[in-house]
T-cell receptor, first 113, second 112 residues
Framework: DAMVIQNPRYQVTQFGKPVTLSCSQTLNHNVMYWYQQKSSQAPKLLFHYYDKDFNNEADTPDNFQSRRPNTSFCFLDIRSPGLGDAAMYLC????????????FGPGTRLTVL | GENVEQHPSTLSVQEGDSAVIKCTYSDSASNYFPWYKQELGKRPQLIIDIRSNVGEKKDQRIAVTLNKTAKHFSLHITETQPEDSAVYFCAASLNWANNLFFGTGTRLTVIP
């Protein structure tokens, strides 16, 4: 009964080689989020979509872009991955209210060589 | 913006003892406070949350208390079990916004 699905679960890329991570959901939630989580740290919000409205966190590097072609799918593009971008990337979804539970996907662990 | 501090960063307890994790927040407008449990290599999962119109909420062995005046909230786990071992994150947000501000996490180890 997968609700938030992320592919791939593990991604290896080379320094500077663009990479795309994907997220899909079966919950029909309006809001989708991308978080970056480095080892032993809290998840850090990169962006979120409130329906089609894109919200970029002020400190999210320009190297990170996102697309949401429809309600179910959301993509994270890293244009030129650096060694510092190696992390777990978590997708989450929620209803419209700020106090609706956020459901997290299993994450994609990105390794940059 | 909101700043959430969480203590302690690590906590070890004997099985059966209680564990308490504390968080403080800076934005008095924050009114939603969830707690997430993240086991090693797994996704964060909501275990309990509290809204600012209540001071305490309990769900079996887990309880959360909120002191709005002092801007702090705490997670209490009673009768701890080895499967409670995980990293716990507190968070704060406004119920009309979608930004969760996470604390830095507490690694709880329950020793059998």
């Amino acid at each position: 009964d997968a609700m938030v699905i992320q592919n791939p679960r593990y991604q290896v890329t080379q320094f500077g080689k663009p990479v795309t991570l994907s997220c899909s959901q079966t919950l029909n939630h309006n809001v989708m989020y991308w978080y970056q989580q480095k080892s032993s740290q809290a998840p850090k919000l990169l962006f979120h979509y409130y329906d089609k409205d894109f919200n970029n966190e002020a400190d999210t590097p320009d190297n990170f872009q996102s697309r949401r072609p429809n309600t179910s799918f959301c993509f994270l593009d890293i244009r030129s991955p650096g060694l510092g971008d190696a992390a777990m990337y978590l997708c989450a979804t929620s209803g419209l209210a700020g106090d609706d539970e956020q459901f997290f996907g299993p994450g994609t662990r990105l390794t940059v060589l | 913006g909101e700043n959430v501090e969480q203590h302690p960063s690590t906590l070890s307890v004997q099985e059966g003892d209680s564990a308490v994790i504390k968080c403080t927040y800076s934005d008095s407008a924050s009114n939603y406070f969830p707690w997430y449990k993240q086991e090693l290599g797994k996704r964060p999962q909501l275990i309990i949350d509290i809204r600012s119109n209540v001071g305490e909420k309990k769900d079996q062995r887990i309880a959360v208390t909120l002191n709005k005046t002092a801007k702090h909230f705490s997670l209490h786990i009673t009768e701890t079990q080895p499967e409670d071992s995980a990293v716990y994150f507190c968070a704060a947000s406004l119920n009309w916004a979608n930004n969760l501000f996470f604390g830095t996490g507490t690694r709880l180890t329950v020793i059998p």
